[in-house]
Structures are given as C-alpha cells and as structure tokens.
C-alpha cells in the first residue's frame, strides 16, 4: 500500500513539474519575444501548417501504433489496432512525465494486458519495438552527423559536443543490446560483477538485496535475449517495423519545418532543419529530467535561432512554444483524458490505483516464439 501511494505521489508530482514548466516557458516567450512580437508573430502564422504540425504528431503516434501492432498480430491474431493505437499515445503520456522516459513500457504492458493481450504477447511487442526503434535512431543519427556535423561544428561548438555525448549513448545501448543477442552468458557475468561491487561498496546493504538484483538482472537480460530469437526468425516483420520507425521519425522531426513554412519562413533547407531537430533529440534525450525540461527547449532555441528570423524579426521564442507544446504537452493532454476516459467509461483503472507486482516479466522462447511465420 506504502509502494502504491509513493507511486501516484511520484506521478501527480511529475505532472506539477511539467504544468509549472509550461507556466515558465510562458513567461520565457515573453520576455524572449515580448508582447507586441508575440502577437505579430500569432498574426502571421498560417493555421494550416499547423493543423499539418498536428497532424504529423497524430502520425507519429500511429506509425509506433502499427510497430506494436505489427508483433502483436503474429502473437495474438485478432487483437484490434484501436488498442494498439491508445496504448501507443498512454507510452508517450507516461514516457512525458516520467524521468527519462522511463514509464512508458511498463504502463504499456500494464494497459495490454488489461485490453486481453496475454502480458507476455505485449511484454514481446514492446520490446521488439524498443530493439528496432534504438537502432533506426542510432542509424538516423550517423547519417545526420555525417552530413551535418562539420557545418555545425563551427557555429555550435558547445552543443556539439552535447550531440556527441547522446550520440554515444545512444550507441552504447546498441552495442548493449548487441552483446544481449549475441553474448548473454558474458554479460550476465559481468552484470552479476557489478552488483557484487555494489554490495561490497554498501550501496546494496545486505546479501540478501545482491542476490534480489542479481536475479532480477538475469531475468531481464533472458527476457532481451529471447526477444531477440524471436524477431530474427521474422525478417519480414523487421522490415515493416524498420519502415515504420524511419517515417515515425521524420513526422517527428519535420514539425519544426512545418512550423518554419508556417511564418512564411525560407532560406534554410529542410535537411537542415531536421537535422537540427535530431540533434535536439540526442542533447534532451540523456537529460533524466520529465520530457528533458529545460535542455530540449534551450538546444531548440540555440539550434533554431537564426533559422527562425525574418529581419529583425524574431520567431524563435513563440516556435519553441508550438514545438514544444505539440511534441510534450499534447501528448501529455491527449493521454491523461484517455487514461481518465479508460477508467471512468470502460471501468480500467490506472496502474497507480491498483497494487502492480514488481518482479521483472520473464518470458520462455516458446512465449516468443508464437504460433504464426511471417
């Protein structure tokens, strides 16, 4: 009960943070634009890009809807792609007022399970989702840098190096999940090392708690591992998750373009600007803050500028705002009402409202490996 009631404080408080966040980045755009270049601004902006800025989000949401869906179709046949999409939007809401996007999986699974998906089906969906979904980026992110990097190198010396420090983040969880797939004995072994240490350096108290997390670790290292067998032996289902990632991805980082093409802006590329759209990403995505608060609205204005600038005129501080408020607090909106929706209509209560076991989920190969071939 104790667990329960920390959990929903935790929650409740991350959504303070991002509603005062919201307040101050309000009081930002105003000081930043002032008054009268505010309203200037919202005069010129072209309503239709932006219902296309909104679109793409909508976009974004489905093409993640169909990378679950698409496992879950060869795991349980028959599941409807509606459920798909709303646990899609709920793992953007929790992964939003969560520390580094740390909630969204485990309230996915929770909400899988409770629209009848047997917990190890959607446990295997979301993982192969997350497997496909770092390597995309991660090869997104070399080809960004590659053609890139030298131009911006100059001009954003310091944010640069930010780049490169999530770029390496990002590809060290590849290579960790490399050596999942490929050597799971060697990084039990060494994983099993590390909390010995832990426990040595009495950051784990007792015995008993090392060999807790020892166990735990191992499950989840199994679980990752088995994942990995199940979707090498579907190369047709790679192939259309890898699709979805690619567009999921440049919906996502087209909005700031579609949001520049708004003002009636031009000069910049949009190579360019997705490109600085990526780099904002790998800067706020190491930030263990809910949504990178703070780091991803000062490396989109660093980064935007002098992209968006007409003259003497200004856009940057009220595109910040838009960016901002359709990639963190639209999905925070849109999930919260169906979280509310989904517990007051169809009778599903909220993960924090119900006591939830823990324990790491450890799936068997023959879970995985479900009944259909692709």
């Known amino acids: 009960m104790e667990k329960k009631k920390k959990k929903k404080n935790s929650n409740k408080l991350n959504l303070i943070i991002c509603a005062i966040a919201f307040v101050f980045m309000l009081v930002y755009v105003y000081f930043v634009d002032g008054f009268d270049n505010i309203v200037s601004s919202i005069q010129q902006i072209n309503v239709g890009f932006l219902l296309v800025a909104m679109l793409l989000m909508v976009v974004y949401w489905t093409m993640e809807a169909l990378q679950l869906h698409a496992v879950l179709q060869t795991l349980s046949p028959g599941q409807k792609f509606y459920k798909s999409l709303i646990v899609a939007i709920l793992g953007q809401y929790f992964n939003c007022i969560t520390p580094s996007s740390t909630g969204g999986q485990p309230m996915q699974a929770y909400y899988f399970s409770k629209f009848g998906v047997p917990l190890s089906n959607g446990v295997a969906a979301l993982l192969s989702r997350f497997i496909v979904y770092q390597f995309v980026l991660t090869v997104y992110s ?7 990097f030298n131009s911006f190198s100059e001009q954003f010396a310091p944010l640069m190096f930010l780049v490169m420090v999530g770029f390496a983040i990002n590809t060290l969880v590849i290579v960790f999940l490399i050596m999942l797939a490929f050597f799971r004995a060697p990084v039990r072994k060494l994983a099993g090392w590390i909390i010995k240490l832990l426990g040595k350096l009495r950051i784990f108290k007792t015995q008993e708690v090392v060999d807790d997390r020892t166990a735990q670790v191992n499950e989840i290292i ?14 047709w289902l790679i192939i259309r998750m890898i699709f979805y990632t690619v567009i999921q991805l440049t919906a996502y980082f087209s909005i700031s373009y579609v949001i520049y093409l708004g003002f009636g802006l031009s000069g910049t590329d949009y190579l360019t600007i997705i490109s600085c759209q990526a780099f904002v990403l790998m800067i ?42 359709l990639t963190f607090y639209l999905p925070i909106i849109v999930g919260l009402v169906i979280s509310l929706f989904l517990g007051k209509v169809m009778k599903i209560a909220r993960p924090d409202d119900e006591e939830t076991d823990d324990k790491p989920i450890e799936l068997t190969a023959e879970e995985l490996a479900g009944d259909s071939v692709d």
């Open 142 to 148: 070399v080809f960004v840098l590659l053609i890139r």
């Open 222 to 235: 199994d679980q990752y591992h088995e994942n990995f067998n199940f979707i090498k032996r579907k190369p």
């Open 284 to 325: 706020s995505g190491f930030v263990p803050l809910p949504g990178a608060l703070g780091a991803a609205e000062g490396s989109y204005t660093m980064f935007f500028g002098d992209i968006f600038r007409k003259g003497t005129h200004s856009f940057v501080g009220i595109s910040t705002f838009i960016w901002r408020f």
